[in-house]
């Protein structure tokens, strides 16, 4: 028989949710290694893929088995990455005529939550489609996956697969057996596809969560990273949206109610809205999610399938900073989707001017007022017309001169957005906060992790890896230990990933040669790199002969190897080979005493295992592992005390609650 492939699409954009697709993967390589006709296919996973390169993938590896595991948005299609690691919707109308033109494709199962729609589109071209008629699970998905695989591995058809999957679903007692739905040449066929699930097809909303982490026992980060930066504000929208975004009379309209909790006006006039929008639209407001639900998924769930978001801004509400991402993931998604959501703004009792980044927002588009329970009839009906495509009544800058009126002066003035130190600040030189800090500074704040790095640096033969989110302090701990390094007699080299040019990370032969000639130049040596190149070899071993037999055998002392932003390589067509190499650098020292002259030490701010197939093979799952976190409150006071008492001790706790210790 044929071997079978099945090529494995993985995508987590970086502005979504942070997802285990790695644990999917694995699993399906495993079920199909342990079943007889496991060796009848061939698996093949691409990670990280861009709208452009989706095509190419499918007409490159020509594969039967079409597998995709990441976000989906419901009817409007399946996120895919932009050219910066950003969300991209691929439409389901675009999805359905790219499967239409591959013929060698006979199932596709897209492991993504509310892609009902999907596959509905799909089917027309492609015999048996799969996927989720609601949100699933993480632990049903791989079970389901596994399920699926087991009985492809033992020759079973696809039908009887999809069966196996649900059965491996009902076994681990996990009550979404109901979620899976099949279509075979685009008929209902699967119990999963009844309908007598928990959802119903096309409604739900844009988070996957069949590879969602467990939000129960970790925290849970903020879901909209989409803040505006000073220098480059985006772009003001027109209100009206692109007529190809328009509605159908008969189409029901979904309607998000962006409001402040808890707040004496905006919670009672957002349930009445709610209760009035109800009638003729879906509308969402964030007391009716159910107990258990990933509440900040769910809300950026909502946001991305509604129609329009009204948003109830009070002097309290503007403060928000939840009400504020809303707003700015609406303006985002409809910057990319012609105008959709719509942003309807209301002035509930506030008319003082909006602040950046909301006058970003607010300023260029139309607004509606509210400022007791007497205008609240004629705030549902000229609220009802904007959903149908009219306009709300406060619009042109005559007409929003009027209602604005300017508060009295501050005592203190406004922040800036950009922070910059006071020259007249009672302490002697202050830095500018941004970049890596000298070592030598006097505001430095240790961590824990600062007496491990410095510690670990000590010995021989080690490896660090210092991971954490971006202005946390990375490049200056690196900066720290490598100053430890060479005081306790040893050789530094630096490399900074981001110098290497955008031709270098595309071809595995440039980059592993400027790695190494990169190497060489620092530490003074000779340059031997096209000599070594000339043997017959990969590069991943000509790069390990050129380290162990001229590098180290050059250097009188151990040589730290200091690597810096090493997540560009996560997105190069080598990134495995390359992370692998430096693995078994690692574990050559337990068997060849060159190594042990080496010591690696990385710095990322993206987590590794979504980007390595094998993480049995990665070098960030070895050695000293360091998460660098917030200050504590303790280490605020300490900086406090660096920089001459500025605060008192409870404008320390309100600087605490503001940043919860953000070192930057």
């Given at each position: 028989?044929?071997t ?33 006709g ?6 093949t ?7 452009g ?14 597998h ?69 699970g ?8 596994e ?7 033992y020759?079973?058809?696809?039908a009887?697969a ?8 009902e ?9 899976p ?11 999963g ?94 007391q ?11 809300i950026?769930t ?15 509400a ?7 991402q ?10 990319e ?8 703004p ?69 922040p ?14 202050l ?12 505001f430095?704040i ?12 000590q ?15 990375k ?10 390094a ?28 400027q ?43 151990p040589?730290v ?6 997540e ?26 060159i ?23 990665s ?16 280490q605020v ?25 953000h070192?930057?």
């Amino acid at each position: 028989m044929a071997t079978r492939k099945i090529l494995i699409l993985a995508v987590n954009p970086k502005d979504t949710a942070q997802l285990r697709l790695d644990e999917e993967i694995r699993q399906i390589k495993e079920a199909l290694k342990l079943a007889d006709g496991g060796a009848e296919f061939e698996v093949t996973s691409e990670l990280a893929v861009r709208t452009g390169d989706l095509h190419r993938h499918l007409l490159h590896h020509k594969p039967q088995i079409v597998h995709f595991s990441g976000h989906g948005i419901g009817e409007r299609g399946l996120l895919f990455e932009d050219k910066n690691g950003v969300a991209k919707l691929i439409s389901t109308a675009t999805l359905a005529r790219l499967f239409r033109l591959c013929r060698d494709v006979d199932c596709v199962l897209l492991n993504a939550c509310y892609s009902a729609a999907q596959i509905d589109a799909i089917s027309q071209h492609v015999g048996h489609v799969i996927g989720m008629n609601q949100d699933i699970g993480d632990r049903a998905a791989v079970r389901f996956a596994e399920g699926f695989y087991d009985g492809l591995g033992y020759g079973r058809s696809y039908a009887e697969a999809f069966e196996f999957g649900l059965l491996s679903i009902e076994e681990d007692g996990i009550p979404e057996e109901q979620t899976p739905v099949l279509r075979v040449n685009g008929e209902i066929g699967g119990k999963g596809a009844t309908g007598k699930g928990k959802g119903e097809k096309g409604k739900g909303t844009a988070f996957d969560g069949s590879m969602a982490p467990d939000h129960s026992q970790t925290t849970t980060p903020s879901p909209f990273p989409f803040h505006p930066s000073p220098n480059q504000p985006p772009s003001p929208l027109p209100f009206h949206p692109s007529p190809t975004q328009s509605l159908s009379p008969t189409q029901t309209r979904r309607i998000f109610i962006s409001y402040k909790r808890d707040t004496a006006l905006d919670e009672p006039l957002a349930l009445k809205l709610y209760e009035a929008l109800s009638q003729d639209s879906t509308a969402f407001i964030d007391q009716r999610l159910l107990v258990g639900t990933r509440w900040a998924e769910q809300i950026e769930t909502e946001i991305r399938q509604a129609d329009a978001l009204i948003v109830l801004l009070s002097a309290q509400a503007v403060a928000s900073e939840m009400v504020q991402q809303e707003i700015a993931l609406a303006h985002k998604l409809a910057e990319e989707n012609g105008g959709v959501p719509r942003i309807l703004p209301v002035r509930v009792g506030y008319r003082a001017p909006f602040q950046y980044p909301l006058s970003v927002y607010l300023d260029p588009i139309n607004w509606a007022l509210w400022d007791s329970d007497a205008d609240t009839p004629g705030l549902i009906a000229e609220l009802q017309q904007a959903i149908a495509g009219g306009t709300l009544s406060v619009s042109g800058p005559t007409r929003k001169a009027e209602v604005v009126i300017e508060p009295e002066p501050a005592p203190l003035p406004p922040p800036q957005p950009a922070a910059q130190p006071v020259k007249t600040a009672p302490s002697a030189s202050l830095e500018l906060p941004e970049g890596t800090m000298d070592t030598e500074s006097a505001f430095y704040i240790e961590r824990d992790c600062d007496a491990v790095a410095l510690s670990t640096i000590q010995r021989q033969g080690v490896t660090i890896t210092i991971k954490g989110p971006r202005q946390m302090g990375k490049s200056s701990l690196l900066n720290r230990t490598m100053t430890a390094a060479a005081e306790a007699g040893k050789q530094v080299a630096f490399l900074d990933f981001q110098l290497f040019d955008r031709a270098a990370l595309q071809d595995a032969d440039e980059f592993y040669q400027q790695f190494c000639f990169w190497l060489t130049d620092e530490l003074e040596l000779e340059d031997k790199v096209e000599e070594y190149w000339k043997k017959s070899l990969g590069n991943s071993q000509r790069c390990s002969r050129y380290v162990s037999r001229h590098v180290l055998k050059s250097l009188n002392q151990p040589l730290v190897l200091a690597m810096d932003e090493v997540e560009r390589i996560f997105d190069t067509p080598f990134r495995n080979d390359f992370f692998s190499m430096l693995r078994s650098w690692h574990n050559d020292r337990a068997v060849r005493k060159i190594w042990k002259k080496l010591d690696l030490a990385f710095v990322t701010s993206t987590e590794p295992y979504q980007f390595i197939d094998d993480f049995n093979q990665s070098p960030f799952n070895v050695g000293e592992n360091l998460m660098l976190e917030d200050f504590s409150p303790a280490q605020v006071h300490t900086l406090n005390e660096i920089h001459g008492h500025p605060l008192n001790a409870i404008e320390e706790q309100r600087l605490m609650q503001l940043v919860n210790g953000h070192p930057y």
